[in-house]
C-alpha cells in the first residue's frame, strides 16, 4: 500500500515569514494529494489539494506543488499569521482498487510566532 | 446541511465494556470512512464503506466493528473496549472515487481506563 512521510514533524516561524512542510510518497499510481489543516481540538479541513496532472496550485497565501518524477509534493504558506499556527497533514489518494482511500502523514505542528 | 455528524463527543468507558460511535452525514456520500488519531500521529484508517451493506478493513481495524444499513449512517462498535482504543476517533465521508475530497466530522474523545 501507499506509504507517507511528512517533515518536518515541527516548524516554528516569525509572523511574516514563509512556511514550507514536505511530504513524499511511494505509490508512483498516486493521483490525487490534499492537505488538511487542523486546529486544536477542531477537526482536519482540507485546505489545498493538487492532482497528478498538475504541477502547483495557488490558493491566495497558500500553494502546493508536486514533482511526479521524485514523487514528493510540499506545501507553501507565505506571509504566516498567528491562526495559521496548527497541525497540517499531508495525504496521497491510494491507486487501484482502493482509490478510494487516503494514506495521511503523520503531520507538522507549525507554530507562527508575533 | 449539518455535514457530517458524530456522537458523543467525549466518552469514558471501564476496560471490557462496549459502546457504539456514531456517525451520520446528510450530503448523499457513497463512500464513509472512520479514523483515529492518536498524540502526535497523523489519521490510520480503521474501516472504510463504499455504499451501504458494503465494509472493509482499513489499516487498524482489530477491536472494532462496523455497518452500514443506510447511506446516512456509519456507526463503530468497539467491543471489549481496552486502554490501547483510548484515542480521538474521527469519521468522515466523500462523495465519489471522482470527488475525492473527504469531509470529517468534528470528533469523539475516547478514553479507556
Known amino acids: 500500500g501507499e506509504n507517507v512521510e511528512q517533515h518536518p514533524s515541527t516548524l516554528s516561524v516569525q509572523e511574516g515569514d514563509s512556511a514550507v512542510i514536505k511530504c513524499t510518497y511511494s505509490?508512483?499510481?498516486?493521483?490525487?494529494f490534499p492537505w488538511y489543516k487542523q486546529e486544536l481540538g477542531k477537526r482536519p479541513q482540507l485546505i489545498i489539494d493538487?492532482?497528478?496532472?498538475?504541477g502547483e496550485k495557488k490558493d491566495q497565501r497558500i500553494a502546493v506543488t508536486l514533482n511526479k518524477t521524485a514523487k514528493h509534493f510540499s506545501l507553501h504558506i507565505t506571509e504566516t499569521q498567528p491562526e495559521d499556527s496548527a497541525v497540517y497533514f499531508c495525504?496521497?489518494?491510494?491507486?487501484?482498487?482502493?482509490?478510494?482511500?487516503?494514506?495521511f502523514g503523520k503531520g507538522t505542528l507549525l507554530t507562527v510566532n508575533p | 446541511n449539518a455535514g457530517v455528524t458524530q456522537t458523543p463527543k467525549f466518552r469514558i468507558l471501564k476496560i471490557g465494556q462496549s459502546m457504539t460511535l456514531q456517525c451520520t452525514q446528510d450530503?448523499?456520500?457513497?463512500?464513509m470512512y472512520w479514523y483515529r488519531q492518536d498524540p502526535g500521529m497523523g489519521l490510520k484508517l480503521i474501516y472504510y464503506?463504499?455504499?451501504?451493506?458494503?465494509?472493509d478493513k482499513g489499516e487498524v481495524p482489530n477491536g472494532y466493528n462496523v455497518s452500514r444499513s443506510t447511506t446516512e449512517d456509519f456507526p463503530l462498535r468497539l467491543e471489549l473496549a481496552a486502554p490501547s482504543q483510548t484515542s480521538v476517533y474521527f469519521c468522515?465521508?466523500?462523495?465519489?472515487?471522482?470527488?475525492?475530497?473527504?469531509?470529517f466530522g468534528p470528533g469523539t474523545r475516547l478514553t479507556v481506563t
Open positions: 468522515a465521508s466523500s462523495y465519489s472515487s471522482v470527488y475525492y475530497e473527504q469531509y
Open positions: 505509490d508512483s499510481a498516486s493521483n490525487y
Open positions: 493538487i492532482r497528478s496532472n498538475v
Open positions: 495525504a496521497a489518494r491510494d491507486s487501484g482498487g482502493s482509490n478510494y482511500k487516503l494514506t
Open positions: 450530503m448523499n456520500h457513497n463512500y
Open positions: 464503506s463504499v455504499g451501504a451493506g458494503i465494509t
